[in-house]
T-cell receptor, first 113, second 113 residues
Framework: DAMVIQNPRYQVTQFGKPVTLSCSQT?????MYWYQQKSSQAPKLLFH???????NEADTPDNFQSRRPNTSFCFLDIRSPGLGDAAMYLC????????????FGQGTRLTVV | AQSVTQLGSHVSVSEGALVLLRCNYS??????LFWYVQYPNQGLQLLLK??????LVKGINGFEAEFKKSETSFHLTKPSAHMSDAAEYFC???????????FGQGTILTVHP
């Protein structure tokens, strides 16, 4: 089945140690998104790619970066994780236009120790 | 700017009872509206969406929602709750260009036997 796959499902990292989360899609969608969802909160958009064009939300911390080497893959890099970065990170894809729904991966739960 | 307000962070119903989850939106342009469901430690799954056309939208698992422009509402209903409906539900509005979602705070649905 076509889908959005996130790896790993659970990630434990040390305070300040860089970490990378990955996302792949088989839907051939041109837009990929990263959302952060903290405990008992709504998902919040960090950034998105439209094809190779990177778009950062205004309030996304500089500590968060992303890479999209090709249509299928997208990575979230956290350069120096703090305790406040512990959250579920959700990758999603869609075709641009807003009227088409986003398809979400299962998420990666990040723990910072 | 777009925003979504979900009234009631927790809703509890008995199995077989009507489910009503409330969502109000704010948008300066005709909105694209979505309901997503999230089970614990999972990603988000689309229940239904409204873009244009018929204002009563039917989704998966027996859910439906009605877009009411005059009330700026998009409430989610299901005639008869099932135990498997217990989850967190998010209402969201999308921008018209890149499908970026702005979510409400979520409503946790509990279903009692």
């Amino acid at each position: 089945d076509a889908m959005v796959i996130q790896n790993p499902r659970y990630q434990v990292t040390q305070f300040g140690k860089p970490v990378t989360l990955s996302c792949s899609q088989t839907l051939n969608h041109n837009v990929m998104y990263w959302y952060q969802q903290k405990s008992s909160q709504a998902p919040k958009l960090l950034f998105h790619y439209y094809d190779k064009d990177f778009n950062n939300e205004a309030d996304t911390p500089d500590n968060f970066q992303s890479r999209r080497p090709n249509t299928s893959f997208c990575f979230l890099d956290i350069r120096s994780p703090g305790l406040g970065d512990a959250a579920m990170y959700l990758c999603a894809t869609s075709n641009a236009g807003g009227h088409t729904e986003a398809f979400f991966g299962q998420g990666t739960r990040l723990t910072v120790v | 700017a777009q925003s979504v307000t979900q009234l009631g962070s927790h809703v509890s119903v008995s199995e077989g009872a009507l489910v009503l989850l409330r969502c109000n939106y704010s948008s300066s342009v005709p909105p694209y509206l979505f309901w997503y469901v999230q089970y614990p430690n999972q990603g988000l799954q689309l229940l239904l969406k409204y873009t244009t056309g018929a204002t009563l939208v039917k989704g998966i698992n027996g859910f439906e929602a009605e877009f009411k422009k005059s009330e700026t509402s998009f409430h989610l209903t299901k005639p008869s709750a099932h135990m498997s409906d217990a989850a967190e539900y998010f209402c969201a509005v999308s921008d018209t260009s890149y499908g970026k979602l702005t979510f409400g705070q979520g409503t946790i649905l509990t279903v009692h036997p």
